[in-house]
Nanobody, 123 residues
Framework: QVQLVESGGGLVQAGDSLRLSCAAS????????MGWFRQAAGKEREFVVG????????YYLDSVKGRFAISRDNAKNTVYLQMNSLKPEDTAVYYC????????????????WGQGTQVTVSS
């Protein structure tokens, strides 16, 4: 099992940028698809982005395409989420997740979770 710790959340204004980081421990990081989910108050958790472990293929939720970018550094056991042109509707708790041996584009494959980091975008 991989342990995940997110950082980088905060309060920003619409149009600003933030970069979230997720540090992973455990030897399975390099064989795990990684992803970011978010949950806004009163809403269900949604799958935002995913990245494969072998070729770095990516998946993006339509509403974040062109604004968000996921990347991973296997040498540092870290995955990043660069968020640009933030909107108030991006406000949520963002969770890092891992899918050991799983598919980067299938939400149900993700079984390890971080504690979450709050992102608040003011208008």
């Amino acid at each position: 099992q991989v342990q995940l710790v997110e950082s980088g959340g905060g309060l920003v204004q619409a149009g600003d940028s933030l970069r979230l980081s997720c540090a992973a421990s455990g030897r399975t990081f390099t064989s795990s698809a990684m992803g970011w989910f978010r949950q806004a108050a009163g809403k269900e958790r949604e799958f935002v982005v995913g990245i494969g472990w072998r070729y770095g293929n990516t998946y993006y939720l339509d509403s974040v395409k062109g604004r968000f970018a996921i990347s991973r550094d296997n040498a540092k056991n870290t995955v990043y989420l660069q968020m640009n042109s933030l909107k108030p509707e991006d406000t949520a708790v963002y969770y890092c997740a891992a899918a050991q041996g799983g598919r980067y584009y299938v939400a149900a494959d993700f079984g390890s979770w971080g504690q979450g980091t709050q992102v608040t975008v003011s208008s």
